[in-house]
């Protein structure tokens, strides 16, 4: 007798509030500025830490400038957009 297989129901849907990245991209940056400005008051002579954190600031601004745009490509309906972006 041949078995009859099923897959699996698919999950649900991520809550809007959960699948929204904007918080966590933004809240990263803010943390990487954070500490840039502790490592400036209290670490100044520490100059690799100091320059961590500057960058990983200015590539959150970067990386958060990027998504917005993909999705504004996305809410254009441009063919090279990302996929799944639009709210």
């Known amino acids: ?6 897959s699996p129901p698919a999950p649900p849907p991520l809550p ?3 699948a929204d990245p904007v918080p966590a991209i933004a809240g990263g ?3 990487w500025f954070l500490a840039f400005l502790v490592v400036l008051l ?6 690799t830490l100091l320059w ?15 998504f917005r745009w993909q999705r504004s490509a996305a809410r254009r309906g441009s063919r090279t957009a990302q996929q799944g972006l639009v709210e």
Do not use: D, N, P, V
């Open 1 to 6: 007798m041949a078995e009859q297989t099923q």
């Open 16 to 18: 809007a509030r959960l």
């Open 29 to 31: 940056t803010a943390l």
């Open 42 to 47: 209290f670490f100044r002579e520490r100059t």
């Open 52 to 66: 961590t954190c500057l960058s990983g600031g200015g590539l959150g601004l970067l990386g958060y400038g990027i």
